[in-house]
């Protein structure tokens, strides 16, 4: 069983707003510090933003106030809200999870979603 898919990514013009959903399962969902990142090769995979098992979050400065991450624990679902998109925010997202959310953060985590792709055109 894959720990956690992706759905959500597309293409969208600037300032449109996309959501992705990560599937994870109960055990992750409940567990697990969970976050988004996103990748455009050749660069290394950059955090977006995590959330705690405890629902605090953290987002990277360059996503502030325009991205949420969420997490739907009845429906074990992590969410990313994408407003007001640009087209450096184009990339290949990826879900994450980790019990330590240090590790998270800094690009380690245990597990990692197979990755959906966002393209944000000017």
């Known amino acids: 069983q894959v720990p956690l898919v992706e759905s959500g990514g597309g293409s969208v013009q600037a300032g449109g707003s996309l959501r992705l959903s990560c599937a994870a399962s109960r055990y992750i969902a409940s567990r697990y510090a969970m976050g988004w990142f996103r990748q455009v090769p050749p660069k290394e995979r950059e955090a977006v933003a995590i959330?705690?098992?405890?629902?605090?979050?953290r987002y990277a400065d360059s996503v502030k106030g325009r991205f949420t991450i969420s997490k739907d624990n009845a429906k074990n679902f992590l969410y990313l809200q994408m407003n007001s998109l640009k087209p450096e925010d184009t990339g290949m997202y990826y879900c994450?999870?980790?019990?330590?959310?240090?590790?998270?953060?800094?690009?380690?985590?245990?597990?990692w979603g197979q990755g959906t792709q966002v393209t944000v055109s000017s």
């Open positions: 959330i705690d098992s405890d629902g605090s979050t």
């Open positions: 994450a999870a980790d019990l330590e959310r240090t590790r998270l953060w800094t690009g380690y985590p245990v597990y």
